[in-house]
């Protein structure tokens, strides 16, 4: 079951997997939306053995004294309260059955600054913390809440954080690799596919004694990589996007 609001790449999805998967128009900040694809997949399949919570975008972002309030409200809708809707949903069914796994993507902004902007950054260490906080509480019914945190992988969320459209943001894919694999010390960027493995580890039988666990996913990122150069690499790839570049005055600057 995929649950998205992209009808379009959605629906070119089943087209490529056929009978093997089925779409459902889903708002993720929706309650009735997360609860309708969730029922349909059970209804569909008779279990519901992994739920991954995958859906996000940068959101608002600028100085925190010009984020607007509104902005980040919408941000935190997505990126938090997805993640909890698809948890809340997803509980009782894995609690009867007494199995099942939960994945949620946080980011490895959620686990250091200079990695994203400021609400996503925060919404991510929410959602790291979430899953810690279920997997607490659902162990006991065996059902796992892991969250994996990605680095720099190549998809169109660099382009439309910078505010592009989905279209150009996925037509300038080449720009964002090129920048990416100088971004951390394994020298390639990170592709879907090392999430994916990642969250099939999670769903697996392979991984039925990791519980509240945050995966790094980011070729070392996380391991040096300083607030001003992310802040000089993020600027880079908008001028190669032909995009406003964004970077905050310090006070040195004034």
């Not at 943001?169 to 971004?183: F, S």
């Not at 697996?204 to 802040?231: K, P, R, W």
Request: hydrophobic share 45%.
């Amino acid at each position: 079951m995929v649950a998205d609001i992209l009808d379009a790449q959605a629906n070119k999805l089943v087209g490529e997997l056929g009978d093997a998967c089925v779409f459902a128009h889903t708002d993720v900040a929706r309650e009735e939306d997360v609860r309708g694809a969730i029922d349909a997949a059970l209804g569909l399949f008779g279990r519901l053995d992994c739920v991954f919570n995958n859906a996000g975008a940068g959101g608002v972002d600028g100085p925190i004294d010009e984020i607007d309030a509104d902005g980040w409200d919408e941000t935190m809708a997505l990126l938090v309260k997805g993640v909890f809707l698809g948890i809340k949903h997803a509980a009782p069914i894995m609690k009867e059955q007494r199995s099942g796994s939960i994945i949620n993507t946080a980011s490895v902004a959620g686990l250091r600054t200079g990695m994203g902007p400021l609400c996503y950054s925060a919404a991510k260490a929410a959602v790291i913390h979430l899953s810690v906080c279920a997997a607490a509480e659902l162990g006991e019914w065996n059902v796992r809440v892991n969250a994996i945190c990605p680095g720099g992988i190549v998809t169109p969320i660099f382009g439309k954080a910078l505010g592009l459209s989905v279209e150009d943001a996925e037509r300038n894919l080449e720009a964002v690799t090129e920048i990416l694999a100088q971004a951390q010390p394994i020298p390639r960027p990170g592709q879907p596919d090392d999430i994916a493995t990642a969250a099939l580890f999670f769903a697996s039988d392979e991984s039925t004694f990791v519980n509240g666990h945050a995966l790094v996913v980011d070729g070392g990122a996380i391991s040096g990589l300083g607030y001003s150069e992310a802040q000089d690499r993020f600027a880079g790839l908008a001028q190669m996007l032909g995009a406003e570049p964004r970077t905050w005055p310090r006070a040195s600057d004034k």
